[in-house]
């Protein structure tokens, strides 16, 4: 039952048998008149938001947000993994209009802008109720936060709240997207759910609408230009004194994202559920894991090598006794039993360098992960595809390989938080060093010491005595890495233009993605962001 919430949401529609009687009397019918009614209903219908949500947020929309910092890069291998340059541009920051993941994610997240308007004129063609008002509500709460990540990646975007219309939608400035943000969820929060189980969990809830709200809040003053830090740290308290008996940090941080987690899991405040077979979109453990540990992990595919982080970035990781170093694999590998892994080559199968006239002499070496990454092609970001080239990279198992993945498509079934209770209590954290006042939760006295401390004793690192707003990032990196928040969290601490890596482009405009080309064809009344 780890995850099952949304994966029935289909069933009572598509639950058909292969009928050869056709005079059978009608049992169920849905017209507008009693549908949707009950609350089983109102989840059924909503279904297709959430399914549309999960479909590239763990691929797609991950590497436009991960991708273009250091936290994770995808170099060509002897041009394996090149994919006609789409992860290198990202790294790079040289996309334009015409990137696949630019066109992808926008036809996503409109996508899903749309469905949330298909089912909100359904839902308020339905009969009034106190069920009919919260799924209303669930349903913009969810159109919010699909603009959130709209707004978040291409500044400027339509607004659009009517389904069928067709009027092409002109484009938005920023500061328009953010005041309809935070005027739905500000609507519609009193009417949303406070109650967290295996029903709500991976849906809209109260806690969210605040989550985001608070998050929205620690951006503006990049987003609009105005600061909103005591709202930040208003809902973020909305959260901490109003959820106290609800969220807490779970004990070990490595569960938290491991195949088996789930509703369980008690600082989860949104999580987009994953499963191998029935909710597919998940295939960090194909990207990122070397071939050879393959049987380490009981995998039941073969990985792809492709997908790793860049060594200024793995560095981050030094803190004494920190679980969060364990999330990464670096240096010599070894079996679980102490075993080294080890790869039968030759000289020149391990080093395509090698000039020696015994290229071809078997050896067999060790496999080890090096955080530097040398190029042999610097035009392609292309490391080699010899042994050397393929280890190049650490490589990351925070979303712990699920020995249950599918075989064929490599799905596995780790369920990707979006908004977690450490978030909350790091932006607090954040806003009060930006000028907030300190608050108490609990009788206690929340400095950005006693909330960043919090979170490093449950990762077992040493806590501080004191804290900047450089050393918060650098804190951030290490709790939220690869949660696809470091693009957000390097522009707003205006480091987004730094070189690192193979990057040197400090071209601010890329803040934004561009409005993509087959949208611009297809609507005349978008305005191309600035730049592009």
Known sequence: MKKFIHLFILTGLMTAAGCTKLDVDVESQYTPDNFPTTPEAFIAASGPIYTNLRSIYAVEYWRMQELSTDEAIIPARDGNYDDGGQYRFLHLHTWSPDHPNVKSNWEWGFGGINTCNRILKLFEAAPESATKASYLAEIRTMRALYYFFMMDLYGNVPITTTFGT?????????????????????????????????????????????????????????????????????????????????????????TVFAPENGPQIKETIFAIPYDPNLAEGNQFSRFGLHTSIQTKYSLPFRPSIALSTIASFYQKFNLAN????????????????????????????????????????????????????????????????????????????????????????????????????????????????????????????????????????????????????????????????????????????GQFEAAWGFKTNTETFRRIYPVPTSERALNPNLEQNTGY
């Open 166 to 254: 067709t009027e092409p939608p002109k484009t938005a400035k920023r500061a328009e997207v953010f005041a309809f943000i935070e005027s739905e969820l500000k609507a519609v929060y009193p009417k949303l759910t406070t109650t967290v189980n295996m029903t709500t969990y991976g849906r809209a809830t109260k806690w969210l609408a605040f989550a985001l709200l608070e998050k929205l809040y620690l951006n503006a003053e990049y987003y609009t230009g105005t600061p909103k830090y005591s709202e930040t740290v208003a809902f973020a308290d909305s959260i901490l004194n109003g959820a106290k008996s609800i969220y807490s940090l779970d004990a070990d941080y490595l």
């Open 322 to 493: 920190d679980v969060r170093n364990t999330t990464w694999l670096a240096g010599k590998q070894f079996e679980f039993n102490g075993t080294p892994i080890t790869i039968a080559t030759t000289k020149k199968g391990l080093d395509a360098s090698y000039t020696g006239t015994d290229g071809g002499a078997a050896i067999v070496w060790q496999l080890d992960f090096t955080p530097e990454m040398p190029l042999v092609k610097v035009a392609t970001m292309d490391v080699g595809n010899d042994e050397l080239g393929k280890a190049r990279g650490v490589r990351s198992i925070k979303y712990y390989p699920d020995k249950n993945s599918n075989p064929s498509t490599r799905h596995q079934g780790n369920d990707v938080p979006v908004f977690r209770l450490a978030d909350v209590m790091m932006m607090k954290a954040e806003a009060i060093l930006r000028g907030a006042a300190a608050t108490t939760v609990n009788g206690e006295l929340q400095t950005p010491v006693v909330l960043v401390n919090k979170i490093r004793t449950r990762a077992k690192a040493p806590v501080v005595a004191a804290i900047t707003l450089p050393e918060l990032l650098e804190e951030r990196a290490r709790e939220f890495a690869w949660e696809a928040w470091r693009r957000n969290d390097l522009i707003r601490f």
